[in-house]
């Protein structure tokens, strides 16, 4: 059974950079396309990224464009969520999620079978 591993969180300032992890253990990634989302207090959990199974393709919400880049290592089973330029909007708790036996990002949250417990991310100063 797949269970994913959040880690990296933590509090920043303004303008910091954090880098996130989602490792896996129980069934290897490498078939997976799989996503970052983040739910901030009394909002719905909304998607960050996504990144198919290969690498290949990558997709952002257009709030973090050009801030966040998604990547993976499927040598380690692991998919990272590198963070620059951090505002006070970022704040939330950051879950990876496992698509459902797809190698492509599925079109919605629906798509995804296996979540993360999350990790905490602050923008603050």
């Known amino acids: 059974q797949l269970q994913l591993v959040e880690s990296g969180g933590g509090l920043v300032q303004p303008g910091g950079s954090l880098r996130l992890s989602c490792a896996a253990s129980?069934?290897?990634?490498?078939?997976?396309?799989i996503g970052w989302f983040r739910q901030a207090p009394g909002k719905e959990r909304e998607e960050v990224s996504c990144i198919s199974s290969t690498g290949g393709s990558t997709n952002y919400a257009d709030s973090v464009k050009g801030r966040f880049t998604i990547s993976r290592d499927n040598a380690k089973n692991t998919v990272y969520l590198q963070m620059n330029s951090l505002k006070p909007g970022d704040t939330g708790v950051y879950y990876c999620a496992g698509s459902a036996w797809q190698a492509m990002c599925p079109h919605d949250i629906t798509g995804f079978g296996s979540w993360g417990q999350g990790t905490q991310v602050t923008v603050s100063s």
């Open positions: 129980g069934f290897t990634l490498r078939y997976l396309a």
